[in-house]
């Protein structure tokens, strides 16, 4: 969970990578370090903190290299520190290498080359890359061009677990050597300059055309060419994709933090995502997938499979994937659902949720379920991304670059688009009502109108995050559809704010939790299901009696029920209700986050992109 930049080309090479690891930030930012090639070597400057620290290292500014690696660091193994932030360099100065991922088998790796004489000096699973790189390089006898391609290959062939990495050597001062597995990796090119990256934002700003890795893939970037090989070293071809993201998209426009940022793009986000797939009287349509009546009508399970925010966007569209195809649906988290031998076969279809599309978890249990012969579903936000190369089909959520750690508008479009999905398989099985669909339809193309309503009427939210943010408990209570939103607003608060915080199904509370109520505490309520909101106003009655403070999120008529703050939203079908009633909540979690000056963007101890299981 680091991330790793390279350039290659005519420019000075540390303000671009500088640059780009200032984007890469949320994938890590315990320490940070630079390499290039200098007249007398491989430079490299590291140290804890952030990446802007890297501009008042000693020698910084006197780097001149044209070629370059770079790297934010997430700690994995051994704590932050100066001698463990990457580059590493092999013993000889010879090699510098900046990787993302585990190395599992670093212990023996490390003992193999202590017995060969190799010292090392951190205590990180990393440093052994550049060591067996050297290792290789100097027993190998044949000195022609391909002799340090080689080694970095042989050095990858020991490593079990996951890399992305970058290489440079003093020896060959035109050239770096990249290579993938189960890491995220990109090239960015142009005619005279290449930048590689662990995702396509931090480079957008420089060109539209990538190279996207695949695993075990080994590359050799010059400045104005870029060479691929498989694992045995014959040469492959690959194709540019062109990405037509827009790169202000990665920027922060204005908003104080990319998270503002993308909660108010949320109206453009739903749009993007809902696309040409509904079209007013004509059924939904999804280009890349294509599940016949015949095969719809054979599976008796879908299992919908993700993490953290991702999963709870599975859980809010159970519903209507149930009640639109009559078929059982199960929601698991990725870590679990791997390890558990879930029962899978050829008649369950599996559909997996991430927005990186690099989640190690998600992958892994999208690979058992291929495995097992079940046919799986990718929903992803970052085209290429791993999950979507190992899927049968992908859907992409077309949100757009989401940078904040916290996940806000890939929420929102995962919950749209498997609804949309629902609707899609009830119209091939005609397992629904065509009137009811038909209805539904019409109001998710009004849902970005809707959520920008909601995004003009926060006065509550930030007057309400303003008066609580000193609290150290808060609980988030729902029914049905509404309990999904509360999972995924306490997520949101504690990520975020360090507040603890839970979500319960309101009728729960009596069981145990409501233990925990006390005098001035606060709990939210989300109150959008008709079918239930009376249910629940039950529930936050009982809460109300002993002593909680109340803040309801609301498209139903609820004043006038003793509670203390009430939020209106805009009324929609209940399927889609978590579209517009998660909005208030992420904002409320921004803004207390805000009152006790945090870090909204990269809260401590987390990483936007979970690489490692
Ligand atoms: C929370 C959050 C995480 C991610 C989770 C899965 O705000 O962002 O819980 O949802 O790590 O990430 P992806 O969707 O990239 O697989």
């Keep these: 969970m680091c991330g790793i930049v390279g350039y290659i080309g005519t420019k000075k090479a540390s303000p671009i990578l500088i640059n780009g690891l200032l984007k890469l930030e949320y994938r890590g930012y315990d320490s940070a370090g630079i390499s290039t090639i200098e007249k007398y070597g491989v430079s490299n400057l590291k140290n804890k903190g952030r990446v802007a620290n890297l501009y008042d290292l000693e020698g910084i500014n006197d780097l001149e290299g044209t ?35 585990i190395i599992e088998n670093y212990s023996d790796l490390r003992k193999f080359l202590s017995d060969n004489g190799y010292i090392f000096l951190s205590q990180t699973d990393t440093e052994v890359i550049p060591n067996l790189i050297h290792y290789y390089f100097s027993k190998d006898t044949n000195n022609d061009n391909k002799k340090f391609l080689r080694a970095v290959n042989s050095a990858c062939k020991d490593l079990k677990g996951s890399f992305a990495i970058e290489v440079i050597s003093k020896l060959y001062p035109d ?19 290449n930048y590689i990256s662990s995702d396509i934002p931090a480079i957008l700003s420089f060109t539209k055309n990538f190279y996207l890795l695949n695993d075990n893939e080994f590359v050799e970037v010059y400045k104005d060419k870029v060479v691929f090989y498989d694992n045995d070293l014959s040469i492959i071809n690959k194709p540019i994709k062109n990405i037509d993201w827009d790169a202000s998209a990665a920027e922060k426009d204005g908003y104080e933090d990319f998270m503002l940022k993308e909660i108010y793009e949320q109206p453009n986000t739903v749009r993007e995502t809902i696309g040409s797939r509904i079209k007013k009287g004509e059924k939904c349509a999804f280009d890349d997938l294509e599940l016949s009546k015949e095969y719809l009508s054979s599976i008796n399970k879908i299992y919908i499979v993700a993490c953290g925010t991702a999963m709870h966007a599975g859980l809010a569209s159970k519903k209507t994937f149930e009640e639109l195809t009559n078929i059982p649906v199960e929601v698991d988290i990725a870590s679990e659902f791997r390890y558990r031998n879930p029962l899978i076969n050829s008649k369950t279809l599996v559909i997996f949720i991430s927005q990186s599309g690099e989640t190690a978890d998600t992958i892994a249990a999208l690979k058992l379920s291929r495995s097992k012969g079940a046919k799986t579903i990718a929903v992803s936000n970052v085209i290429g991304s791993s999950i979507t190369r190992e899927a049968d089909y992908t859907i992409y959520t077309h949100a757009g670059p989401e940078i904040a750690v916290a996940s806000t508008k890939a929420y929102t479009s995962q919950v749209v688009l498997l609804d949309i999905l629902a609707i899609h398989f009830a119209e091939i099985l005609g397992s629904y009502d065509t009137k009811l669909l038909e209805n539904l339809k019409n109001d998710i193309l009004e849902l970005p109108t809707k959520i920008d309503k909601v995004l003009e009427n926060i006065d509550i939210v930030k007057d309400l995050a303003n008066k609580v943010y000193t609290e150290k408990d808060m609980y988030f209570l729902g029914r049905g559809i509404d309990y999904t939103v509360a999972l995924e607003a306490s997520l949101k608060l504690k990520e975020i704010s360090y507040i603890h915080s839970d979500a319960y199904a309101a009728g729960e509370l009596k069981h145990g939790p409501i233990a925990l109520i006390e005098n001035g505490v606060t709990v939210i309520g989300i109150l959008t299901d008709k079918n239930l909101v009376e249910k629940s106003i039950s529930n936050i009655q009982e809460v109300i009696t002993r002593g909680a403070k109340t803040f309801i999120i609301s498209n139903q008529d609820v004043n006038n029920k003793n509670f203390d703050y009430v939020l209106n939203i805009p009324d929609t079908n209940a399927f889609i209700s978590p579209i517009l009633s998660i909005i208030p909540l992420q904002l409320f979690a921004y803004y207390i986050s805000k009152n006790k000056g945090l870090d909204v963007d990269k809260p401590r101890n987390l990483a936007k992109s979970v690489t490692v299981e």
């Design 67 to 101: 070629v370059g690696i770079a790297h934010t660091r997430w700690a994995t193994h051994g704590k932050p520190s100066k001698e463990n932030s990457h580059p590493h360099l092999d013993n000889s100065n010879t090699f510098a290498v900046v990787h993302n991922g």
């Design 175 to 193: 050239v770096m050597i990249v290579a993938r597995k189960d890491s995220p990796l990109v090239i960015g090119t142009t005619e005279t300059e």
